[in-house]
């Protein structure tokens, strides 16, 4: 379904009973919604409402000009918009990646409008931010941010040779969600937003970011490329609330898809006790 938010039309999966207990589901790069198929699935079995966008920048009539747009404040505002439109006031919320990091954000600003959050791989944005100044192997694992930064050359890189380096991102998902990803992201202009989400890195919007105050599940994996275990241990410290941390030991960092049954269980153990 198409929902409005403003100027921008978003592609939303919905799915389940329209009198179940919401629950949002917010992807990360370089994936789309498609990427909570089995997850999704699995929480409408056990009865739940589940809203499933695809984020601005993916979705293709939500692909503002600048990099500005896609600052942490007005992706959140996208979210709070969705939910807005659909007329519905709380959610139980989970972000995986870059969709982890708006979920922690719209806890902390909205923590009204969330039940409970579920942060998949990504940890608290101060919580990163630590581990970036203090730890050299999360330094290392985040150097591929630096490519990113560079408007033009990532793009570039990213698309060459079919995708190649893309597709390698993406290594061991299914070839049809491979191909589902290189698709979208190689739509006009379509790449160039969602890297936006990384040029508008914008430090001073977390400095100070206070502890999230809604119960929180954290689900980091042993295997995962991007996110090291010092950064994930770090990231109770910023939960003022009931907090949760699963860890999945041999899981890489596409949780949602290499295992959607594990994670289903700690967000519906989440969303029970919240």
Same mark, same amino acid.
């Given at each position: 379904m198409k929902v409005s938010v403003g100027e921008l039309t978003f592609d939303v999966t919905m799915d389940g009973p329209a009198d179940g207990r919401p629950v949002l589901l917010l992807h990360g790069f370089p994936e789309t919604g498609r990427s909570w198929d089995a997850v999704r699935e699995s929480l409408v079995r056990a009865g739940h409402r589940v809203i499933v966008p695809d984020q601005r920048g993916y979705s293709s009539g939500a692909r503002p000009p600048g990099v500005e747009a896609y600052g942490m404040r007005p992706i959140v505002a996208d979210a709070i918009g969705i939910l807005d439109a659909l007329r519905i006031s709380t959610v139980d919320i989970v972000g995986h990646d870059w969709g982890a990091n708006v979920a922690w954000c719209l806890a902390t600003w909205h923590p009204e409008r969330v039940r409970s959050l579920t942060a998949v791989a990504v940890p608290h944005p101060m919580a990163f931010a630590w581990a970036f100044h203090n730890d050299s192997d999360q330094r290392e694992r985040s150097s591929y941010i630096r490519l990113f930064w560079i408007e033009g050359k990532a793009e570039k890189v990213l698309l060459d040779e079919d995708a190649r380096r893309l597709r390698a991102m993406l290594t061991g998902l299914s070839a049809e969600a491979v191909e589902h990803y290189v698709s979208v992201l190689s739509e006009p202009g379509a790449l160039t937003a969602t890297l936006n989400w990384y040029r508008a890195m914008n430090r001073e919007e977390f400095v100070d970011m206070p502890p999230v105050s809604v119960p929180t599940t954290y689900v980091w994996s042993t295997q995962d490329l991007a996110v090291g275990q010092a950064a994930a241990?770090?990231?109770?410290? =910023?939960?003022?609330?009931?907090?949760? =941390?699963?860890?999945?030991?041999?899981?890489?960092?596409w949780i949602p898809e290499h295992a959607p049954d594990q994670l289903t269980a700690a967000i519906l153990n989440q969303i029970a006790a919240a």
């Open positions: 241990q770090k990231c109770g410290e =910023f939960v003022d609330a009931a907090y949760r =941390f699963v860890i999945l030991d041999g899981v890489s960092h």
